[in-house]
């Protein structure tokens, strides 16, 4: 397989990035994605109790993951309203992680920090004008994320397909394709868009090593092509499976209900309720619209095997 710039960056042997999947992107999945020549990122909640303490949780998770691995891994951290983000950009700097994968809040903010204690920062955007400043300030590279995405999504929710290659052709950095990508296909396609690598959420969460909930897992495989709907359009897009949850905040968005009573009826940690505890219909089950393709559990290195011995084939297939 192609070995990008973003190999050289990170020093791995593929460009595949397992993005941070905040309860469940925990340190065996982040090792073995880092074991199989990928980057596995740790979210610092993965795995902890509702208000467990994210520095403890994150310094327990980067041991675990020292010790299944010694090639690279990174974390992921989400800077907006967490009130525990000083200590956890402190941590990362501590425990001299290699990547930073900084999302939702200013890369202006810790990106020098990180920079001059040696750490590769990555930012997530989904749109020019945001990779544009993240490129400004100093970051090593931007994960470009499309409204295929599970999850949290850019408000002007872009596809994947028309923000690779604007973003691309904005910055010189390296660009990392994030949002329905699931397959040797979309890694080739993200590349043949301009890309130097590929980041994948939903196809990580089915793997053995992922501590997503069994339940969660059965409810991607079962998913079809239109099985995921975006919630939250006034104040956070998120992708999200489409559940009771889901069909309530649609008709509470539909009956034009305010911002407040979206916010105070959705409450806080659904997500983990969906994600890591399986209450499939109360939860909010982050899931991209790729889930329809993703048919079996697999392991890890068994995802990344399937697309660093494919690439060639399909790059033959367009000659
Ligand atoms: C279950 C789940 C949880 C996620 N949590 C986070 C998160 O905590 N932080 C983050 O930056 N991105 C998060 N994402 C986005 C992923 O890191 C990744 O960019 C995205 O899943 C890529 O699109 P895909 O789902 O089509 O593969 C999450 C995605 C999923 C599916």
């Not at 968005?253 to 409450?267: R, T």
């Not at 393709?293 to 084939?313: F, G, H, L, Q």
């Amino acid at each position: 397989m192609k070995k990008t710039r973003l190999c050289n960056l990170l020093g791995i042997e593929s460009p595949i990035i397992q993005g941070g999947m905040v309860w469940i992107a925990n340190a065996e999945l982040a090792a073995a994605v880092s074991e199989a020549g990928g980057l596995g990122l740790i979210s610092p909640t993965a795995g902890m109790s509702r208000n467990g303490d994210q520095v403890d949780n994150l310094k327990g998770q980067i041991k675990t993951a020292r010790s299944l691995t010694a090639k690279p891994f990174g974390v992921n951290l989400p800077m907006l309203h967490n009130p525990q983000i000083e200590d956890l950009i402190a941590t990362a700097i501590d425990e001299r992680v290699d990547v930073v994968v900084t999302a939702a809040g200013s890369p202006g903010l810790y990106t020098d920090r990180l920079k001059e204690a040696g750490i590769k920062v990555l930012h997530l955007v989904a749109s020019v004008r945001h990779a544009q400043s993240a490129e400004r300030r100093g970051v090593d590279g931007v994960i470009a994320e499309g409204c295929e995405a599970g999850g949290h999504n850019g408000l002007d929710e872009l596809s994947t397909f028309v923000l690779i290659p604007q973003v691309v052709d904005s910055v010189s950095i390296p660009v990392i394709a994030a949002g329905g990508i699931a397959d040797v296909r979309g890694v080739v396609a993200a590349l043949a868009l301009g890309a130097d690598g590929a980041q994948m959420g939903t196809r990580f969460v089915v793997t053995h090593e992922c501590i997503a909930h069994p339940n969660f897992k059965e409810a991607i495989i079962k998913a079809n092509d239109n099985d995921t709907t975006i919630t939250g359009r006034k104040f956070g897009p998120t992708r999200i499976l489409k559940n009771e949850l889901a069909y309530k905040i649609l008709e509470m968005e539909a009956a034009g209900a305010s911002v407040e009573e979206l916010i105070d009826f959705i409450g806080s940690s659904r997500s983990r309720t969906g994600q890591f505890e399986g209450d499939l219909a109360n939860g909010e089950s982050y899931c991209g619209s790729i889930a329809g393709m993703i048919k079996e559990i697999k392991s890890a290195s068994e995802v990344i095997r399937s697309i660093v011995d494919n690439y060639d084939t399909v790059l033959d297939s367009l000659r």
